[in-house]
């Protein structure tokens, strides 16, 4: 997903959102209403119109169609499941390795 862009850094975030619940299907609404709330976060980078009503839905709807087409998650319904190559997108806190 190396595209740069309002539609590109949605996708990266919602694939880091998706593998952080690897283990149960998520709500197509608690996807919108994450997208909404990166919309207000990252306004001053995203275009202007993705924080406007209903612009979460199509910025969620273009993110999982990529997702998809990478077979990184799977639709049913009105649920989405993080299939497990989703989990090299999920962060983890730094560790510190001792020196030999």
Known sequence: MPESGTEGHATL??????AGRPDRP???????AYIRR???EHRSYWRRDAAEPGAD???TA???DRLEA????RRTGAHVNALPALARYALAEPTI???P
């Not at 975030?13 to 998706?18: D, G, I, R, S, T």
Request: glycine share 4%.
């Open 70 to 73: 990478l077979r990184l998650v």
């Open 38 to 40: 990166q919309a207000v």
């Open 97 to 99: 390795g001792e020196r």
């Open 13 to 18: 975030l919602l694939a880091e959102f998706l």
């Open 57 to 59: 839905v199509e910025l």
């Open 62 to 64: 273009l993110a999982l």
């Open 26 to 32: 998520v709500p197509l609404e608690e996807l919108h």
